[in-house]
């Protein structure tokens, strides 16, 4: 199967729909757009943030790990 045999994940949301899948405002995702969640600009005012992609750059961008606690008696490295 090449790339251009490969499904399309078409799934794409409103700024509306999009804020709601990540529980933040609309306000929120315009400013994730100008610093670059992808997006599709369908006409001056229809725009479309694809799923997959938006998701992926939303969790390259603010995901963040926690480091695992230290048992109580155990050692840090390096203190």
Not at 28 to 35: E, F, I, M
Not at 38 to 62: D, H, M, Q, Y
């Amino acid at each position: 199967m090449t790339d251009e045999d490969a499904p399309i994940d078409r799934a794409a949301d409103t700024k509306r729909q999009f804020a709601e899948r990540f529980s933040v405002s609309p306000r929120t995702v315009s400013t994730w757009l100008s610093r670059g969640l992808p997006f599709l600009k369908l006409s001056e005012r229809a725009i479309r943030v694809p799923v997959v992609e938006g998701t992926a750059w939303v969790k390259s961008n603010f995901l963040t790990y926690r480091r695992p606690r230290t048992q109580i008696g155990e050692e840090k490295d390096g203190v």
